[in-house]
């Protein structure tokens, strides 16, 4: 069996089809959604997301942790599975090309850039067509994604009336023309929904995605025509979210635990495990890809891997595969999931900070913190967190 990971970056749930989104055109996203196994809860886990992310078990594991892709090319050719990374250029840059050697091949394909992944798809799909040696392989597309800065093709901007001059720098900060500012996440900050800077910061964000739908309906056209497709598990998901002004800030801001950061897509396809237009809403995190492509392949899980299998739940035996999560960002703040509550505890905060308390999952998107009428289920989760957090310095 061959084995297909695809993450595409900075992809923020709630605006894809799969996940309630009706407003914005992800045909491609959908339709895979209708052959596989859709989890409503999974967690991000990716080093950038945090100086020291930690999301992979139910307590965090010491050290910094390694990426997913990386730990798993490296179990998987130790038992002679050959691994093949397609990467865009943007995702090589400094540290994220660290992980590179372990794979047997990388392929970069020349042309792309963060305006697209039309040329990584393209060149996924001709790895798929291509004469590849026998036995099973391992496939990684990595995609910048939906990363600032945004900068979708005209077609898609039209499609949802990006106004002409939105702000092209897509990167953190306010909702306004000043994005090197951040604003204060109490709710008298958040900017209003018909606020134009957050709108057309929004449009322009669902253009970009929609771009990429269509450059990832490429690659699963090219799939599902191949032989192949019967015997390949393909799972899809993203490194972390994207804020779009639900709580003052529009682009990446990885200091602020906060759902639209924090929660990514993950909708996969196991071959005779999962069926079709399924969901869980068990808490998963993406560390957990490492263990289910290991024992989907029948091999061993070893002692030291962050994640859980989530063939339990694809085989119905099981609902849940962990109590709860955690993520830190080094001297700044911590936060504990569960499915029902999502506690954020600031380290490096203004005077007078108090946790944040959210009811999951009702309060889809965190705007009402109920820490100070629920002291008793802070004190537990904090306690919980509490013992869970890497060591200072780790």
């Known amino acids: 069996m061959d084995t297909i990971v695809i993450r595409i970056g900075g992809l923020h749930a709630g605006y894809l089809g799969p996940y309630g989104n009706a407003w914005i055109e992800t045909p491609h996203w959908d339709r895979f959604a209708a052959a596989a196994l859709t989890f409503d809860q999974c967690l991000a886990e990716h ?46 840059a400094g540290a994220g090309a660290a992980d590179e050697p372990a794979f047997d091949e990388v392929i970069r394909p020349p042309g792309a850039a963060a305006r697209g992944a039309g040329p990584l798809f393209q060149a996924g799909a001709e790895w798929l067509r291509s004469d590849r ?14 990363h600032p800065p945004w900068q979708p093709a005209e077609s898609y901007r039209a499609r949802y009336e990006v106004p002409a001059s939105p702000d092209p720098s897509g990167a953190r900060g ?17 900017p209003a929904p018909d606020d134009p800077a957050v709108r057309a910061a929004r449009t322009l964000y669902a253009a970009t995605v929609t771009q990429l739908d269509d450059e990832l309906g490429t ?11 019967d015997n390949t598990m393909l799972l899809l998901t ?92 080094a001297g700044v703040a911590s936060a504990l999931r569960t499915t029902q509550w999502h506690l954020i505890l600031p380290v490096a905060s203004p005077a007078g900070a108090e946790p944040e308390l959210y009811a999951k999952p009702e309060d889809r998107w965190e705007q009402n913190n109920l820490a100070r009428q629920c002291p008793e289920v802070v004190a537990e989760l904090e306690a919980k967190l509490r013992a869970a957090e890497p060591p200072p310095g780790s």
């Open 133 to 146: 040696p026998p036995g099973p392989s391992f496939l990684f597309l990595d995609a910048h994604g939906a």
């Open 47 to 92: 080093a950038a997301l945090a100086r020291a992310a930690r999301s992979g078990a139910e307590h965090a594991p010491t050290g910094q942790p390694r990426e997913t892709g990386s730990r798993l090319a490296e179990r998987l050719r130790a038992h002679g599975v050959r691994t093949v990374l397609i990467r865009d250029p943007s995702c090589s």
């Open 219 to 229: 690659f699963l056209d090219a799939l599902t025509q191949s032989d192949a497709w």
């Open 238 to 329: 993203s490194d972390y979210g994207q804020p779009l002004g639900e709580h003052g800030v529009v682009g990446t801001d990885p200091i602020r635990l906060y759902e639209e950061l924090v929660r990514v897509p993950l909708v996969v396809r196991l071959p005779g495990v999962s069926g079709p237009s399924s969901r869980s809403r068990a808490l998963v995190t993406v560390a957990d890809l490492e263990a289910t492509v290991l024992e989907m392949l029948g091999l061993p899980i070893p002692a030291d891997a962050e994640g859980r299998s989530l063939l339990p739940i694809a085989r119905s035996e099981h609902r849940e595969v962990r109590e709860f999560a955690c993520l830190h960002v």
């Open 174 to 190: 306010r909702a306004d023309d000043k994005p090197e500012e951040t604003i204060d996440a109490g709710p008298s900050r958040v």
